[in-house]
């Protein structure tokens, strides 16, 4: 009888174990993106300087052109629909070739923080839309940035607009 309560408790340690090495390996999945954008910080730097301004601007509004008024979407990542940090993540990898995590949070945690006069080119420039809303968008040249409006869908405004600049919180060079 000892023998397999033993046996019970083995079969029930291992199943115990598999699942948490499973747990690890979903989570360790999970966090993989994080890990590659910090693992990016420094690509992206270096390609922010290797590129000429000129070029990223043009890439930038290359990137308003394609999606120009497509509709503001909350999770969406796609022309049927895109929210503020999947846009700013799909444009950095489609015209930057530089991963960067999925939300406005992890984002906002990224690089390094910069003085608004500072703004080049991708800067990324965030907002405080609420209480606990956050937004997100990338610096293009003069006062502009490209992000997605709740209004307006895939858009540019100006930093110096009422409302932009009164909800102003922060840059970040990645």
Not at 23 to 37: D, F, K, S, V
Not at 102 to 124: C, F, M, P, Y
Not at 161 to 173: E, G, L, Q
Request: net charge positive.
């Amino acid at each position: 009888m000892y023998y397999q309560d033993a046996k019970r408790h083995t079969k029930k340690s291992c199943l115990f174990g598999a699942g948490l090495l499973f747990i690890w390996l979903i989570a360790g999945c999970g966090a993989l993106p994080e890990r590659q954008a910090g693992s990016y910080k420094f690509k992206s730097a270096t390609l922010v300087k290797q590129s000429s301004h000129k070029s990223v601007i043009h890439s930038l509004y290359h990137q308003h052109q394609e999606w120009a008024g497509v509709r503001y979407r909350l999770g969406g990542l796609s022309k049927n629909g895109i929210d503020c940090s999947g846009f700013v993540y799909l444009t950095y990898k489609s015209k930057m070739g530089v991963h960067l995590p999925r939300t406005t949070r992890q984002q906002s945690r990224l690089g390094r923080e910069i003085k608004k006069h500072e703004l080049s080119a991708g800067d990324l420039v965030f907002f405080r839309t609420g209480p606990t809303s956050r937004h997100v968008g990338i610096y293009l040249e003069k006062n502009k940035f490209l992000h997605v409006s709740q209004k307006k869908g895939v858009t540019i405004s100006r930093l110096d607009n009422i409302y932009w600049n009164a909800k102003y919180w922060k840059s970040i060079r990645v």
